[in-house]
């Protein structure tokens, strides 16, 4: 089975859609011949040509419009953000027209579309290229949101995604993209949305997280084991819909429950995911409902220091594991 990075995943996975269906075109700013500013598009332009791989303006709302109407109209648009910060012109595309069409229309239309954006820091990007604004949509009835850093699950996702008859945003770690490698089949298949996976088992405390913070998490995890401390590490991997079932199965098996994610704490998915445990789950608790996120400023800076003070590392997480553990 052949190992690939996480952009090399996002990559062959349109391209292998993109060949069997031509329904299926990509749309975003320099996504055609330059292959996108983080290569993620690479090569489509070349094999499917200019009227398939389309280089829009610099304008999301527009993108986002010309999708809706596309999807009307028989196709399956992959829209890619060229970063998840520059996402707000389109904020009310999405969410007020996309997500919303079904209820609109009495269920006579829908929108098949796919809204991918790069999210998340440690590339040095500062102020508009390192924003997490995942949870912002997963608030929204009408939309279904993924976020993962698997390579493996990110092919199974985007292609369950691509024919979701309903709007999907895919937000990828962009500093995922190079850093992250697994086993990826070259044949098709597909994962549902809304279904968690245990990433790793254990009895000791739950992590829950999505992203590049699974990666970490699990990092964290191997170390706290020389010490009889195991982590079972749930990835949530589609954070609208829920996959409440496996959450509440982790901390009912562990007893305790730590949440981390790189966006803000306060408005963070991780709220929801506390609320929902304190709800259905409270007698199993052994301690606290504890959250380990990003602070609440209002960026994360270009200076090498105060990105490291904004990102949570493995270290943070491990430090984090054995404070909850000692209850």
């Not at 007020?96 to 990007?125: F, K, L, T």
Request: aromatic residues 8%.
């Amino acid at each position: 089975m052949p190992t690939k990075l996480l952009i090399e995943a996002v990559r062959e996975t349109m391209h292998q859609l993109m060949a069997k269906d031509d329904r299926i075109i990509l749309m975003g700013e320099d996504v055609g011949k330059l292959g996108g500013v983080l290569r993620t598009t690479d090569g489509l332009w070349k094999d499917f040509g200019d009227k398939r791989v389309i280089d829009t303006p610099l304008a999301e709302s527009s993108i986002v419009g010309a999708a809706i109407g596309a999807s009307f109209n028989g196709l399956l648009p992959i829209v890619e953000i060229q970063f998840s910060d520059f996402i707000m012109p389109a904020f009310n595309e999405i969410v007020s027209e996309a997500a919303r069409i079904r209820y609109r229309s009495n269920n006579d239309w829908n929108c098949p579309i796919v809204i991918r954006a790069p999210y998340g820091g440690g590339i040095h990007g500062a102020l508009y290229h390192s924003q997490s604004p995942e949870a912002f949509f997963a608030h929204v009835p009408g939309l279904k949101v993924v976020a993962t850093a698997s390579p493996k699950d990110l092919k199974g996702l985007l292609r369950t995604a691509v024919y979701d008859p309903d709007p999907v945003m895919v937000f990828e770690h962009k500093k995922a993209y190079r850093l992250i490698k697994e086993d990826v089949p070259d044949e098709e298949y597909d994962i549902p949305l809304g279904k968690a996976e245990v990433k790793r088992e254990g009895d000791s405390l739950s992590i829950i997280t999505y992203g590049i913070m699974t990666y970490h998490a699990l990092t964290a995890a191997e170390k706290l084991a020389a010490d009889d401390i195991n982590v079972e590490v749930l990835d949530l991997r589609t954070l609208r819909p829920l996959d409440t079932e496996a959450i509440y199965a982790t901390v009912q098996k562990t007893g305790k429950v730590l949440i981390v994610h790189e966006d803000n704490l306060t408005g963070g998915i991780g709220g929801e995911i506390a609320a929902l445990v304190a709800q259905h789950c409270f007698s199993y608790l052994d301690g606290p409902v504890v959250r380990l996120c990003g602070p609440d400023v209002p960026a994360m800076g270009f200076n090498h220091v105060f990105e490291g003070e904004f990102l949570i590392s493995p270290e943070r997480i491990e430090a984090a594991v054995r404070k909850l553990a000692a209850y």
